[in-house]
């Protein structure tokens, strides 16, 4: 079927796609500690601080959970988004790069619509970001950390594609903000560590609501909270339909601003010269 606007067929689409998830697939081949610090952040997480807090923090009953948890169980979901927010602040540093040494002038040149080139190297972040968490769930399946059945690890896998969508547009955008790879790092920071830790990653939002109701509301308002309940309940085979609203209307705004932002007669590219 051939396309109206840009008069492509469809296997020129997907032959497109494969490139650039293959492109990016051998980026990842090649960077291995990449793939080694991908892992070691949340395993430290889970070996060293889950162990130390089990006693102290202990966690109530609450949805998905139908019983009492250990500490380490709570947090793998959280630990699970950390690896794919992590990615998707990758990927951005990779396009940033890219924009440096004239490699995504290249792509973003090509005959076929800018979205879906943006669109092709999103999908090929998510791809990579989902493999880091399996082999993530590999690791803490002999910790004793795993699904009440197996098919928790297949129900994930939706939850999983949408929150590395979320992350990998929002890295994009900030990719598009970031004039200097030497910036990089501060920005990166500035997003991630709050995120993180004002989320209900390492602890239940009703325990946060306790000590400070203002702060319970700005977790609240955290995509990266939502992403963390998403894949918590589909870990457990259920779904959190406010947390799966949440996300794909963060993914949208985060996207649609990517978009814009790359367009070179609306966004930052041209006054950056990428």
């Given at each position: 079927m051939t396309s109206e606007t840009s008069g492509f067929t469809a296997r020129q689409y997907a032959i497109c796609l494969s490139g650039v998830?293959?492109?990016?697939?051998?980026?990842?081949?090649?960077?291995?500690?990449?793939f080694v610090s991908?892992?070691?952040?949340?395993?430290?997480?889970?070996?060293?601080?889950?162990?130390?807090?089990?006693?102290?923090?202990?966690?109530?009953?609450?949805?998905?959970?139908?019983?009492?948890?250990l500490y380490e169980v709570y947090i793998t979901p959280g630990l699970m988004a950390m690896i794919q927010l992590f990615n998707g602040m990758q990927s951005s540093l990779s396009m940033v790069y890219d924009r440096e040494m004239g490699n995504m002038r290249t792509l973003l040149v090509s005959p076929f619509p800018r979205w879906f080139l943006?669109?092709?190297?999103?999908?090929?972040?998510?791809?990579?970001?989902?493999?880091?968490?399996?082999?993530?769930?590999?690791?803490?399946?002999?910790?004793e950390i795993e699904p009440p059945t197996p098919l928790g690890y297949l129900a994930v896998l939706p939850a999983l594609a949408l929150a590395?969508?979320?992350?990998?547009?929002?890295?994009?955008?900030?990719?598009?903000?970031?004039?200097?790879?030497?910036?990089?790092?501060?920005?990166?920071?500035?997003?991630?560590?709050?995120m993180f830790f004002a989320s209900s990653a390492l602890y239940p939002l009703w325990r946060v609501?306790?000590?400070?109701?203002?702060?319970?509301?700005?977790?609240?308002?955290?995509?990266?909270?939502h992403a963390v309940e998403l894949i918590r309940f589909a870990f457990y085979e259920k779904i959190s339909w406010e947390s799966l609203a949440a996300v794909a209307a963060y993914t949208t705004v985060f996207a649609v601003g990517a978009l814009i932002a790359y367009d070179p007669a609306k966004g930052m590219l041209t006054r950056k010269g990428g």
């Open positions: 998830v293959w492109r990016e697939a051998l980026r990842f081949l090649h960077q291995r500690e990449r991908a892992l070691v952040r949340p395993l430290v997480w889970l070996f060293i601080f889950a162990a130390g807090f089990r006693q102290v923090l202990g966690v109530s009953i609450i949805p998905p959970y139908e019983t009492y948890v943006l669109g092709a190297k999103l999908l090929a972040g998510v791809a990579v970001s989902i493999l880091q968490v399996y082999a993530y769930l590999i690791i803490a399946y002999f910790w590395g969508l979320m992350f990998g547009a929002l890295g994009m955008l900030l990719s598009s903000a970031i004039k200097q790879l030497e910036n990089f790092a501060g920005v990166m920071n500035f997003v991630i560590f709050p609501q306790e000590s400070s109701p203002f702060l319970y509301w700005i977790c609240l308002a955290n995509p990266f909270t």
